[in-house]
């Protein structure tokens, strides 16, 4: 004799699943929303739409696909007498791809993923949608970018260096670069030259793609930056402090197994300095925190780094970066 069991949905699962319709439905009647912004909808087939309005529409809500390749080779030297080093290394550092596109006037998505680097935590960088909140503000929901000073927040591919200052991991957010988690960026404009800006992300604290079982942390992670930008005839200047508090996560020896992670509670300050112009660019930026595990100090990180480059026609040119890292 054969038993059958059926299952019926949980009014969880009944809820995801209504939400899903109805987000379907909306995002559907969205696409065929009018240019000219009002609530009317386009007119359907039916109604002899033309192939022009047709085309338009297709083209507002067209997902656009870019990426970046790096190939990196290096050759250390030695620089201390005992003959060791790093052997030389040549590989892909980079392959990223990124989907962006617009699902209506007010919401946007954003999707990276980067193949080449898995042990980082997955190949997902990037993976949310953004809601606008009036005109210069927006609320970001899903995995995202930690927003701590100057180098975190701003894309390897607009940075002079092709790695981002060593002590960005160490003094400001470990391994935590991107998080799941809600962020609200943005700008106030005070005046046309100057305005303040802001950046808030509230994160999960144990990293990108760690969830359900093999998420251990139990402490959530504020991180912000807030300053000053001033901007007029070729020169900008950007001046700002950040602040974090809450859980971070270290990697253990084995990245596969989150069970010897360390879970610390960790404060951390942070301020930078940014000086953009026509024929160069100097930055310089500060950090420093404490990390404690079971109410014992476990280290208290801190370091700078400053760069300048000169700028030519070419898209080339002479670059400076001295950097300090260390623990107290």
């Not at 309005?53 to 067209?62: G, I, P, Q, R």
């Not at 998420?215 to 020169?235: H, I, P, Q, S």
Request: proline share 4%; charged share 25%; net charge neutral.
């Amino acid at each position: 004799m054969i038993h059958e069991k059926r299952l019926l949905p949980t009014p969880l699962l009944r809820a995801s699943i209504l939400f899903s319709a109805a987000l379907l439905c909306h995002f559907r009647s969205d696409a065929q929303l009018p240019d000219d912004g009002s609530s009317e909808p386009a007119p359907s087939i039916l109604g002899f739409r033309s192939a022009h309005d047709s085309t338009h529409v297709k083209e507002k809500y067209k997902v656009r696909i870019s990426g970046v390749l790096q190939i990196h080779s290096e050759q250390e030297f030695n620089t201390n007498g005992d003959s060791l080093h790093d052997p030389p290394g040549f590989r892909v550092l980079r392959a990223r791809l990124i989907a962006k596109g617009r699902i209506n006037k007010f919401t946007t998505y954003e999707l990276m993923i980067d193949p080449r680097a898995p042990e980082q935590g997955g190949i997902m960088r990037d993976a949310f949608v953004a809601f606008a909140l009036g005109k210069h503000q927006s609320l970001r929901v899903g995995q995202q970018k930690t927003m701590f000073g100057y180098e975190n927040a701003v894309s390897i591919t607009e940075l002079y260096t092709v790695n981002r200052s060593d002590f960005c991991d160490a003094a400001m957010r470990g391994v935590n670069l991107r998080d799941i988690g809600l962020g609200l960026l943005g700008e106030i404009p005070l005046t046309h030259q100057m305005r303040i800006e802001n950046a808030v992300t509230f994160t999960n604290g144990s990293r990108s793609t760690v969830a359900g079982p093999f998420d251990f942390n139990t402490r959530k992670a504020l991180w912000g930056r807030v300053g000053l930008r001033y901007k007029e005839n070729g020169l900008e200047v950007r001046l700002g402090g950040s602040i974090a508090t809450g859980g971070l996560r270290y990697l253990g020896d084995s990245l596969l197994i989150p069970t010897d992670d360390v879970y610390a509670a960790m404060d951390r300050v942070g301020a930078d300095l940014e000086i953009e112009h026509k024929w160069f660019h100097l930055s310089g930026e500060f950090a420093r925190g404490s990390d404690t595990v079971a109410d014992t100090l476990y280290q208290e990180p801190k370091g700078y780094a400053v760069i300048a480059a000169l700028k030519t026609k070419w898209n080339a040119g002479p670059l400076f970066r001295y950097e300090e890292q260390g623990l107290d």
